[in-house]
């Protein structure tokens, strides 16, 4: 999804190009700009076509007006269009012009004075309708907008939407759990379809991988084998460092069984090898009812890993996990979890 969508004449070009650079500059990465060779209309493309397939996908109108553009009958399509849309249309006033009588009951940007303070007016009108670059994310418009029955995943953020307050709550509740110490694994459970999966991957995730005091690995499912799964995600974190983790303890061999703390002793590594410091660490396991149908053997000391790792003094692994809610009775009162106290 292009978050911002930058309308203009084609003879304001340069006021084009310094708005678009200074929106990145706030964090805005998210634009159309017809022009840009990257972010613009692709070769080959309708370009009218592109327009409205952009417009209907952008979240907010930066409409720069001057006398050219309040003379294109194209540009004049644009706002109208993103009107019809229910669009946020930010008019940004770059030179001498009489605004469309359409613009005059909407407030205005004057760049024509102080350019400074006219940008932080433009920065404070665009956050206080909800447009905060910390939410958008950039969107690959070949990809499908819904997955169908797959959940949505992070390259899905940018139309992920109507979950903002689970996401809220699951985000403020990691924070607590980080800040505060206590308990470091927060269970989401809820019925079957009711998008716990897509909450997480596409919501919580993206939001808090950009949070640079968190460390968030990617998520995993237990399937047969979790103790497999969870070699797997570490063993890709660890590609971006120059450490090799010891994987051959996350086994259920003899000779490995007693040393439940190989999973707290490989995130300690991963912190140091990542530049990490101390900071927390998030491991989100999805499904987390696979465990009760897995092989009995991995199982249990995957979950024996997980326990040490999550209470251990001092720790910094959290783990979010999603659960379907009508096995929450079964997880409780399995012998592999009694004792376990879950942050719900």
Request: glycine share 6%; hydrophobic share 40%; with cysteine.
């Amino acid at each position: 999804m292009s978050g911002i969508f930058i309308s203009h004449s084609s003879r304001d070009h340069s006021d084009a190009e310094e708005v678009a650079a200074r929106l990145r500059g706030q964090g805005y990465q998210s634009l159309f700009l017809d022009f840009d060779p990257a972010d613009g209309i692709p070769a080959g493309r309708n370009w009218e076509r592109e327009i409205y397939a952009r417009l209907r996908a952008c979240s907010g109108v930066v409409l720069l007006c001057s006398e050219h553009s309040m003379a294109s009958d194209w540009c004049f399509a644009e706002i109208t269009h993103a009107r019809a849309l229910g669009k946020h249309l930010f008019p940004v006033i770059i030179s001498a012009c009489e605004l469309r009588p359409l613009l005059q009951d909407t407030q205005t940007t004057d760049l024509r004075g102080d350019r400074e303070a006219g940008f932080q007016r433009l920065w404070r009108g665009l956050r206080s309708a909800g447009l905060d670059p910390a939410d958008a994310f950039d969107w690959d418009i070949d990809r499908p907008p819904y997955p169908g029955l797959t959940p949505f995943i992070d390259k899905d953020a940018a139309v992920f939407f109507g979950r903002d307050e689970e996401q809220r709550n699951c985000l403020d509740r990691l924070e607590q759990m980080s800040r505060y110490g206590g308990d470091r694994l927060l269970l989401l459970a809820g019925a079957s379809g009711s998008g716990k999966s897509s909450l997480v991957r596409a919501g919580v995730i993206p939001k808090l991988a950009r949070m640079p005091e968190w460390l968030v690995l990617e998520p995993m499912r237990p399937r047969q084998d979790p103790l497999e799964a969870l070699s797997g995600v570490l063993r890709r974190a660890f590609e971006t460092t120059s450490d090799t983790p010891n994987l051959q303890l996350f086994s259920t061999q003899p000779e490995c069984a007693d040393d439940d703390q190989a999973l707290a002793v490989a995130i300690a590594q991963l912190q140091l090898a990542a530049d990490h410091g101390d900071k927390p660490v998030l491991l989100v396991i999805d499904q987390l009812e696979e465990l009760l149908t897995a092989d009995k053997e991995a199982a249990a000391r995957f979950v024996s890993l997980l326990k040490l790792a999550v209470t251990c003094e001092p720790g910094q692994l959290f783990c979010l996990a999603t659960l379907r809610s009508d096995h929450l009775a079964a997880l409780q009162s399995h012998p592999l979890w009694q004792q376990t106290r879950f942050l719900e």
